[in-house]
């Protein structure tokens, strides 16, 4: 065998194990944004404007929020007074089914109805009266202030505005909280803490509202709340309390993927065994090229 034919065959076979290894790789990479999710806000690399993915979050406020350490890497925290906001784009906008959930840490209640965490808004004008809820999460005090009420709504195109809140308080201050508002169209509304379904009132409108959500023209984060954010995320699905991001970042890297076990592990042993036949042909070329350089000698 020619030197010419040996690398031609090695080069071909290097780049067989390089493609299948590639594709295994590919395929062992899970879908980290999975489960619906339209934007998941890390903070863990703060500019102004922030950056995160097509979505420009804007730090808004004097002082602007603060970057603290968070339940996981890094978070915003903010004082009542500034807000993290961005414009919705038809890639933001969930029309049916939402999931709006967060990790939150209360400093302090304000003395307002809404300590907002999520709120997704549409505005008419310049003014912010002329701003009208559509979608969140919020927090409100309670008289004694020792824990707030976790509430959440949504505004329909058919039941307009319609709001729902934990039964008793169950936010409490200065300690890392997981919550969730779900938007579901078979069974309604619901609120989550820490993966945990709450009871609930009907605080205007209905609990399962009909209709499509109305489209906001912007999102703002901790706005009239002293509060810190970590991780907050919106999914055009009703996600199941299995699907939240309770654990962090590396579960949603690893653990919480889109991937069907039954015909991608089909796939995975297909690619191994193409990367192996690949390596294997690879040495025997070698020992072959070997045998002939020594017979010739």
């Not at 295994?24 to 500019?47: C, E, N, V, Y």
């Not at 009542?80 to 939150?104: K, Q, V």
Request: hydrophobic share 45%.
């Amino acid at each position: 065998m020619s030197k010419l034919k040996l690398f031609t065959i090695l080069g071909i076979l290097v780049a067989l194990l390089t493609a299948a290894t590639t594709s295994l790789l590919t395929f062992l990479r899970p879908t980290a944004m999975g489960h619906g999710t339209l934007a998941l806000w890390s903070f863990d690399k703060i500019q102004t404007p922030e950056e995160v993915g097509d979505h420009a979050a804007i730090l808004g406020g004097m002082p602007p929020p603060a970057i603290v350490e968070g339940k996981y890497g890094k978070a915003l925290s903010f004082d009542g007074r500034n807000f993290l906001y961005t414009p919705i784009t038809s890639d933001l906008y969930a029309s049916e089914e939402i999931t709006i959930e967060a990790w939150i840490r209360l400093k302090a209640f304000k003395e307002v109805e809404y300590n907002n965490v999520v709120v997704i808004a549409y505005r008419s004008g310049l003014e912010w009266q002329t701003t009208t809820r559509i979608c969140g999460i919020a927090v409100t005090p309670s008289i004694r202030q020792e824990k707030g009420f976790l509430r959440g709504y949504v505004y329909t195109d058919k039941d307009h505005f319609n709001e729902i809140m934990t039964a008793e308080p169950i936010i409490p201050l200065d300690e890392w909280v997981h919550v969730a508002f779900v938007r579901s169209l078979s069974t309604g509304m619901h609120l989550f803490v820490n993966g945990e379904e709450a009871e609930v009132t009907v605080t205007y409108g209905v609990r399962n509202p009909k209709g499509k959500i109305l489209m906001g023209t912007e999102i703002f984060f901790g706005h009239d709340a002293e509060i810190v954010i970590d991780e907050p995320r919106i999914c055009d699905v009703a996600l199941d309390p299995s699907h939240f991001l309770l654990n962090g970042p590396f579960e949603l890297a690893v653990s919480r993927t889109e991937i069907d076990i039954g015909p991608n592990l089909l796939l995975a042993v297909a690619i191994a065994a193409i990367a192996f036949a690949a390596a294997w042909l690879l040495r025997r070329a070698i020992q072959t090229w070997g045998m002939s350089s020594r017979i010739k000698e």
